[in-house]
């Protein structure tokens, strides 16, 4: 039932290289959003984005660039990895904000900078 | 602004024993919409419930049980009858009008021991 889809899953690069995860969405959903998981903090906001090439800055922004040039695909670059962005992310979407009915997640890619 | 609390960072109880994860709220919006999502060992995030800033109504749902209180800006979530299969990381979340985008707390870790 994946209308929102992460790739890759697992993904290992070096310190300084170039990263973009991919987040697809079949549900011609407004808002997509990046969030990161770390342990004890929760799920922190990224960046979002409310339309095609219209994105913000969420709490955690330093050191990642997003791009959404169709409605269903949002990309998140990290321009140069560090190992302080190891970390689990996740994609989200919903119709509206604020949505009632929640948002809907991705699987996840785990993310590991060494 | 918008936060959210869960104190309890780790649980352990013994099978069958009845547990409460506590989420406590931040917000200044009169209108806002509180969640409970569960992340077992495989990693994605199921959705468990909602609850909107106008209905106080407390809901069960088998084993499962919330207390929403907004005179303590508190969304407990109560397990009766612990089982293995609840071991999971629990999030506590909170969207409001205020252009705040989902907030999560910092996850509670409950591990049931057989």
């Known amino acids: 039932d994946a209308g929102i889809t992460q790739s890759p899953r697992h993904k290992v690069t070096e310190t300084g290289t170039p990263v973009t995860l991919r987040c697809h969405q079949t549900?011609?959903?407004?808002?997509m959003y990046w969030y990161r998981q770390d342990p004890g903090h929760g799920l922190r906001l990224i960046h979002y984005?409310?339309?095609?090439?219209?994105?913000d800055k969420g709490e955690v922004s330093d050191g990642y660039s997003v791009s959404r040039s169709k409605t269903e695909d949002f990309l998140l670059t990290l321009e140069s990895a560090t190992s302080s962005q190891t970390s689990v992310y996740f994609c989200?979407?919903?119709?509206?904000?604020?949505?009632?009915?929640?948002?809907?997640f991705g699987s996840g890619t785990r993310l590991t900078v060494v | 602004a918008q936060k959210v609390t869960q104190a309890q960072t780790e649980i352990s109880v013994v099978e069958k024993e009845d547990v409460t994860l506590d989420c406590v709220y931040e917000?200044?919006?009169?209108?806002?919409?509180l969640f409970w999502y569960k992340q077992p060992p495989s990693g994605e995030l199921v959705f468990l419930i909602r609850?909107?800033?106008?209905?106080?109504q407390n809901e069960i749902s088998g084993r499962y049980s919330w207390n929403f209180q907004k005179s303590t800006s508190s969304f407990n979530f109560t397990i009766t009858a612990s089982q293995v299969v609840d071991s999971a990381v629990y999030f506590c979340?909170?969207?409001?009008?205020?252009?705040?985008?989902?907030?999560f707390g910092g996850g509670t870790r409950l591990m049931v021991k057989p």
């Open positions: 979340a909170l969207n409001n009008n205020a252009g705040n985008m989902l907030t």
């Open positions: 984005s409310y339309g095609v090439k219209d994105t």
């Open positions: 549900e011609n959903h407004r808002y």
């Open positions: 609850r909107n800033s106008f209905d106080e």
């Open positions: 917000t200044r919006d009169t209108t806002y919409y």
């Open positions: 989200a979407i919903s119709e509206d904000q604020p949505n009632p009915y929640g948002y809907t």
